[in-house]
């Protein structure tokens, strides 16, 4: 079970980077097939290769297994954006994604 979710997520948030899994695979110093296998549910990395996966994706571990997260990556990038903006430009964001969030 746990399996299943590891790999989705990992081909998920791989794609979300726009990168094959070939290449993420030779990235992080592996074979051409390393991610494919784990994303397929034929191999599960070690801790170690789960820590380059997640440096490679530019999460941390718990990023990886938030599922509700779709974009952890562009999520770390809103909120720092986020910090420099002025109380009332906060509350028109804030206003928006209340908005985007009912339409959903």
Do not use: W
């Amino acid at each position: 079970m746990y399996e299943d979710v590891f790999s989705r997520r990992l081909s998920e948030l791989r794609e979300a980077k726009k990168v094959s899994a070939r290449e993420m695979s030779l990235s992080i110093g592996q074979n051409e097939s390393y991610i494919n296998r784990i994303e397929n549910g034929k191999a599960f990395p070690s801790m170690q290769g789960f820590f380059y996966i997640c440096e490679y994706l530019g999460i941390t571990p718990e990023e990886f297994f938030n599922e509700k997260a779709a974009n952890p990556v562009r999520t770390k990038l809103l909120a720092g954006r986020l910090e420099h903006l002025t109380p009332s430009q906060l509350a028109l964001v804030e206003e928006l994604i209340r908005q985007l969030l009912r339409e959903g």
